[in-house]
């Protein structure tokens, strides 16, 4: 038992779980926590954004590059409010955040203080924040932060990951206690669950029963760590893999059995490979509507005709979209350890058996390939979207790490991006929101200070979080953004002109009575923060400039003119009901002749 501050118990317990950095920004109601930051500052590091969802995404894509927590602090209402958008990108992307809040001293509760939130309870701000973290404490005496400090850093790294609030009132900083730590959490991974034995054998015969089988797999697979063990299995049993984009590269995407992406803006052989598949193995993998060209039979999967064995860490997911044939609670790396051990007990390697489902896949292979390769190549200005990804593939070794942002370079990358390691390509996904490229891009760098760090973002999406260039300078992180620059909202006008007819308003940046495309100098806004830049408006100079940039082991930004009347080849579609969807430009939906498989046969 000792005598301590709250602040001083949750700086102890954040040493103690081993959290390296707190990325925060002041206001009057942590200034308690910030005193006792002062203190620890040997031990672990304050680094202070310009906005607090830099700071929520900092330490969301610090984890998902280190698998290792990383706090928040906000202060009292408003600070705390702009860190929403960045817990909703960690939940739905499942990355763990502990999210320090601070609320009005409890001796002040519902009388209305400043900042306080009180028209349905006293200090609700845990409500704001209900639909976007995992779970919320809010302890109300010193003595209760032991529990809650353990419980809270326990939910967030158990079973499948997010981020949790801990909400502090700010007394609780100053007051202090006789009151000991209890012990930190078990830390991540170190809880795994299980298959029954008996549905690692039905697996297995439905594996070895199946002509066309295809794995299909998520950001399961790289929080389980399990890169390794999906590698094996899949050259073991000669089953071609899918990959959600936080998946990729956790089977390397220069591997024969990687074929990419799914969905509207995934690689053809993917969605031909799904829509014929017989059987799918889904590992940590949501069947999300753009992954799944939003559950039009055919464009992407085709259920129930073919029969699914889902295998993930929440029950949530499992069948969500899908009923599966088998449904398995397990975490993917136990899992697949599992099958692998089953397969080798049974000795029942792949052998060629697969050969005319190979064969398929070849020729859709060769198809995408001479369709798309030719664009790889060629000059021009503004830059070919694709020559900007290939570019970027052919500059950066195999363990740098990329963050894309929202917006159509998105597609593109999904579409081309060839990740070699699990890890490296982060995005959001589930939430889609702006911001997290060009901001969690820093947090990457922290995580991993000695691999290149690029951050490729929209012109929009930059122009959303500009001060993480005195963020970079500041605390001397030298990552480097690519600005996919083609003055408009790309993604939502291209939407104006297949679904509107080409009614653009509100989507391009113009400026002036003539409306010439606007948009600010990126590169003399980097220098006037003290960031070292480029303009690159021809292919042949990227590839150059990207080099350099990395190598000046410095903060540096590239605003790269793209053009944006080059669009993705759609090869499944994306349905916003009621509007009609659109056909693939590339491939077609299949429509199974075979009767639905029963769930259970
Ligand atoms: C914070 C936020 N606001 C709005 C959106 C909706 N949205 C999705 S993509 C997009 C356009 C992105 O423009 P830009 O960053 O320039 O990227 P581009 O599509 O041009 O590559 C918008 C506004 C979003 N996802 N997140
Ligand atoms: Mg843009």
């Known amino acids: 038992m000792a005598h301590a501050k709250g602040a001083e118990l949750i700086t102890e317990f954040l040493v103690k779980e081993k959290i390296p950095?707190?990325?925060?920004?002041?206001?009057?109601?942590?200034?308690?926590?910030?005193?006792?930051?002062?203190?620890?500052?040997?031990?672990?590091?304050?680094?202070?954004?310009?906005?607090?969802?830099?700071?929520?995404?900092?330490?969301?894509?610090?984890?998902?590059?280190?698998?290792?927590?990383?706090?928040?602090?906000?202060?009292?209402?408003?600070?705390?409010?702009?860190?929403?958008?960045?817990?909703?990108?960690?939940?739905?992307d499942s990355s763990a955040v502990l999210a320090i809040t601070a609320n009005v001293p409890t001796q002040q509760f519902n009388r209305g203080p400043f900042q306080e939130l009180n028209r349905h309870y006293q200090a609700d701000f845990p409500n704001v924040l209900r639909p976007v973290v995992k779970r919320s404490f809010q302890p109300t005496r010193v003595e209760m932060l032991p529990l809650f400090l353990r419980q809270a850093a326990t939910t967030m790294l158990s079973g499948r990951p997010g981020p949790v609030q801990l909400d502090v009132p700010f007394n609780l900083f100053q007051e202090a206690a006789e009151v000991a730590l209890e012990p930190p959490?078990?830390?991540?991974?170190?809880?795994?669950?299980?298959?029954?034995?008996?549905?690692?054998?039905?697996?297995?015969?439905?594996?070895?029963?199946?002509?066309?089988?295809?794995?299909?797999?998520?950001?399961?697979?790289?929080?389980?760590?399990?890169?390794?063990?999906?590698?094996?299995?899949?050259?073991?049993?000669?089953?071609?893999?899918?990959?959600?984009?936080?998946?990729m590269g956790c089977l390397d995407m220069a591997h024969e059995l990687s074929l990419g992406f799914i969905g509207r803006n995934g690689a053809y052989p993917?969605?031909?490979?799904?829509?014929?598949?017989d059987l799918v193995l889904a590992i940590g993998a949501r069947f999300d509507d753009r992954s799944a060209s939003s559950w039009l039979p055919g464009y992407s999967w085709s259920f129930p005709q073919s029969r699914l064995i889902q295998v993930d860490v929440d029950h949530a997911e499992i069948g969500r979209n899908y009923p599966p044939t088998l449904g398995i609670l397990a975490d993917a790396r136990t899992f697949l350890r599992q099958l692998l051990a089953e397969v080798e007990r049974r000795d029942a390697a792949a052998s060629g058996r697969l050969a005319a489902w190979h064969g398929q896949i070849a020729g859709w292979r060769a198809e995408w390939d001479a369709f798309t390769r030719?664009?790889?190549?060629?000059?021009?200005?503004?830059?070919?979207?694709?020559?900007?990804?290939?570019?970027?593939?052919?500059?950066?070794?195999?363990?740098?790490?990329?963050?894309?942002?929202?917006?159509?370079?998105?597609?593109?990358?999904?579409?081309?991006?060839?990740?070699?390691?699990?890890?490296?390509?982060?995005?959001?996904?589930?939430?889609?929101?702006?911001?997290?490229?060009?901001?969690?891009?820093?947090?990457?760098?922290?995580?991993?200070?000695?691999?290149?760090?690029?951050?490729?973002?929209?012109?929009?999406?930059?122009?959303?979080?500009?001060?993480?260039?005195?963020?970079?300078?500041?605390?001397?992180?030298?990552?480097?953004?690519?600005?996919?620059?083609?003055?408009?909202?790309?993604?939502?006008?291209?939407?104006?002109?297949?679904?509107?007819?080409?009614?653009?308003?509100?989507?391009?940046?113009?400026?002036?009575?003539?409306?010439?495309?606007?948009?600010?100098?990126?590169?003399?806004?980097?220098?006037?923060?003290?960031?070292?830049?480029?303009?690159?408006?021809?292919?042949?100079?990227?590839a150059g400039a990207l080099e350099h940039a990395i190598g000046a082991e410095r903060p540096y930004l590239l605003d790269v003119h793209v053009d944006a009347e080059v669009r993705p080849p759609a090869t499944g579609t994306w349905a916003l009901p009621p509007l009609r969807h659109k056909e693939p430009v590339f491939g077609k939906p299949h429509v199974p002749a075979s009767e639905p498989v029963a769930a259970n046969d």
């Open 21 to 92: 950095y707190v990325f925060g920004i002041c206001g009057h109601g942590n200034v308690g926590m910030l005193d006792a930051l002062y203190d620890a500052r040997d031990r672990i590091r304050l680094v202070s954004p310009r906005h607090e969802q830099v700071a929520g995404h900092m330490a969301d894509a610090f984890f998902r590059v280190r698998h290792q927590p990383a706090a928040t602090l906000t202060s009292c209402g408003p600070g705390s409010c702009n860190l929403v958008m960045s817990l909703a990108v960690a939940l739905t």
């Open 185 to 247: 959490s078990p830390g991540y991974l170190a809880q795994r669950s299980g298959a029954s034995p008996e549905d690692i054998e039905r697996a297995h015969d439905l594996i070895l029963a199946a002509k066309r089988p295809v794995m299909f797999i998520g950001h399961g697979v790289a929080l389980s760590e399990a890169g390794p063990e999906l590698t094996a299995l899949a050259e073991r049993l000669d089953v071609p893999v899918i990959s959600s984009p936080n998946g």
């Open 270 to 277: 993917a969605n031909q490979a799904g829509r014929h598949a």
């Open 374 to 542: 030719p664009n790889f190549e060629i000059h021009a200005s503004p830059l070919r979207p694709e020559r900007v990804v290939a570019d970027c593939r052919k500059v950066l070794p195999d363990d740098a790490i990329i963050s894309l942002d929202s917006g159509v370079h998105h597609n593109w990358y999904m579409q081309f991006w060839a990740a070699r390691r699990p890890q490296t390509m982060l995005n959001t996904w589930g939430f889609s929101g702006m911001g997290f490229g060009p901001a969690g891009i820093l947090g990457a760098k922290l995580a991993a200070p000695d691999r290149p760090c690029v951050a490729v973002c929209g012109d929009g999406g930059f122009a959303m979080v500009p001060h993480v260039l005195c963020t970079a300078v500041e605390y001397d992180i030298p990552v480097v953004w690519v600005v996919w620059n083609n003055f408009s909202w790309a993604a939502i006008r291209d939407i104006q002109y297949g679904l509107f007819e080409g009614r653009e308003i509100g989507t391009g940046f113009y400026s002036g009575p003539n409306k010439e495309p606007y948009n600010p100098d990126f590169a003399g806004w980097a220098r006037a923060s003290g960031v070292e830049a480029a303009t690159i408006t021809r292919s042949e100079d990227f």
